[in-house]
């Protein structure tokens, strides 16, 4: 009986390993999808959408595994990040798009951990919500302490992205609910 365990929880690993570094390849696939936009030193990317949808397929834990495995692959220097931003490795982290990064795990976290089974649309949809606010909130913070103005940080760093936002929320909401019921039940 105690080597069958064994067996189970052994093949369990590989599938939630490969899905880990499958979500962070897959955040760092969206970050090359970058649009500069005027005004502001943050590019719209595709990145947050990814970041949702890592989370809410993987599960707390698993989804803010991945999303720490990609930021630790683009402070080492590997072309994760968004092309746009001309900072490389954890200096990234210190200039105007360091707030959204620093804030994927915790934001791939709370999408996980709302989500839960993704049976439920609203519950799903709030859990997006969320995690959206909080990628908002790193990138928002990030900006303020920059240029020490928290208004024009918020028209740079807030404003040019919520159109854009609502149309994310829509896409992974009706993805998340689709799909995690499957996805968690291989995990």
């Known amino acids: 009986m105690e080597r069958a365990f064994a067996?189970?929880?052994?093949?369990?690993?590989?599938?939630?390993?490969?899905?880990?570094?499958?979500g962070a390849a897959f955040v760092a696939a969206a970050a090359q999808v970058a649009v500069p936009l005027p005004?502001?030193?943050?590019?719209?990317?595709?990145?947050?959408?990814?970041?949702?949808?890592?989370?809410?397929?993987?599960?707390?834990?698993?989804?803010?595994?991945?999303?720490?495995?990609y930021l630790a692959l683009g402070i080492a220097g590997l072309p994760v990040f968004t092309p746009t931003v001309p900072l490389f490795g954890i200096a990234r982290l210190l200039g105007p798009t360091g707030g959204y990064l620093l804030a994927y795990p915790v934001a791939a976290w709370v999408v996980g951990a709302t989500v839960r089974d993704g049976r439920d649309w609203a519950r799903v949809a709030l859990g997006v919500l969320a995690g959206l606010v909080l990628i908002h909130v790193g990138g928002l913070a990030q900006l303020a302490i920059l240029t020490g103005n928290f208004s024009g940080a918020?028209?740079?760093?807030?404003?040019?992205?919520?159109?854009?936002?609502?149309?994310?929320l829509a896409v992974a909401t009706a993805v998340l609910t689709k799909l995690t019921p499957a996805v968690r039940a291989r995990l």
């Open 7 to 22: 067996v189970s929880e052994r093949s369990l690993t590989l599938p939630r390993v490969t899905a880990v570094v499958l």
């Open 154 to 168: 918020a028209r740079l760093a807030t404003a040019p992205f919520l159109l854009g936002d609502l149309a994310k």
């Open 39 to 69: 005004g502001t030193p943050v590019p719209m990317t595709l990145q947050p959408l990814a970041v949702l949808l890592v989370g809410g397929l993987l599960g707390a834990r698993l989804g803010a595994t991945s999303m720490v495995l």
